[in-house]
C-alpha cells in the first residue's frame, strides 16, 4: 500500500523568505502527484499536477519537482507572503487509479 | 465552470443517529471520490467511484457507511448510526479522468460533529 509522508509537519517563516515543502512516497510506480493548498475550514485547492513523465512544474511563485524513482517531490514557494499561510497536502495517484495523502505542511507566514 | 457543490456545510447530530450528505461533482467528470479528514490528519480515502461504478472502497467502514451516486452524477454518503469517531470534515472530489487529464478538484467539505 502507497504511504505518503510530507516533513516538515510545521514551518514558520519570515514573509520574502523561500521555503522547501518536502513529500516523500513509497511506491514509485504512480501516475501523477497533486500538491493541494488547505486554509482552515476549507476544502482543498489544487496547486498543481505533475504527470509521471514530468520532472518539475511551474505555477507563478510555485514550483513542484518530482523523482519518481527516488519517491520525492519537492514544493517550492518563493518569496513567500502571509497569505501563503495555509496547510499544504500532496497526494499521488498509483496507476491503479487511488489517491494517497500525506498528512500536510502546516505554514506559517509571519510579516 | 461550476466547482464541486457539498451540503449540508456543518452538521451537529449525537451518537447514533443518522446522517446523509450530498455531493454534485463538476459536469462531465467521470470519477467521484468521498474523503473523510479528521482534524490534522491527510484526507483518507472511503469510497470511489467511476460514473456509478465503485472502484475502490477498502477503507469504508460498511457497518455504518454507505454511499451510492445515481445515474453516474450526485453523490450521497450516509451514516447509520453515527459514532462520536466520525467527527470529521466529509471532502467530495471529482475528476475527469478523460485524454489524460487527471487533476482532481475537491468541495469545501462538510464538518460533522458527532456529540
Known amino acids: 500500500k502507497q504511504e505518503v509522508t510530507q516533513i516538515p509537519a510545521a514551518l514558520s517563516v519570515p514573509e520574502g523568505e523561500n521555503l522547501v515543502l518536502n513529500c516523500s512516497f513509497t511506491d514509485s510506480a504512480i501516475y501523477n502527484l497533486q500538491w493541494f493548498r488547505q486554509d482552515p475550514g476549507k476544502g482543498l485547492t489544487s496547486l498543481l499536477l505533475i504527470q509521471s513523465s514530468q520532472r518539475e512544474q511551474t505555477s507563478g511563485r510555485l514550483n513542484a519537482s518530482l523523482d519518481k524513482s527516488s519517491g520525492r517531490s519537492t514544493l517550492y514557494i518563493a518569496a513567500s507572503q502571509p497569505g501563503d499561510s495555509a496547510t499544504y497536502l500532496c497526494a499521488v495517484r498509483n496507476t491503479g487509479n487511488q489517491f494517497y495523502f500525506g498528512t500536510g505542511t502546516s505554514l506559517t507566514v509571519i510579516p | 465552470e461550476a466547482g464541486v457543490a457539498q451540503s449540508p456545510r456543518y452538521k451537529i447530530i449525537e451518537k447514533r443517529q443518522s446522517v446523509a450528505f450530498w455531493c454534485n461533482p463538476i459536469s462531465g467528470h467521470a470519477t467521484l471520490y468521498w474523503y473523510q479528514q479528521i482534524l490534522g490528519q491527510g484526507p483518507k480515502l472511503l469510497i470511489q467511484?467511476?460514473?456509478?461504478?465503485?472502484?475502490?472502497d477498502s477503507q469504508l467502514p460498511k457497518d455504518r457507511f454507505s454511499a451510492e451516486r445515481l445515474k453516474g452524477v450526485d453523490s450521497t454518503l450516509k451514516i447509520q448510526p453515527a459514532k462520536l469517531e466520525d467527527s470529521a470534515v466529509y471532502l467530495c472530489?471529482?475528476?475527469?479522468?478523460?485524454?489524460?487529464?487527471?487533476?482532481?478538484?475537491f468541495g469545501q467539505g462538510t464538518r460533522l460533529t458527532v456529540v
Open positions: 467511484f467511476q460514473n456509478n461504478g465503485v472502484v475502490d
Open positions: 472530489a471529482s475528476s475527469l479522468d478523460r485524454g489524460g487529464n487527471t487533476e482532481a478538484f
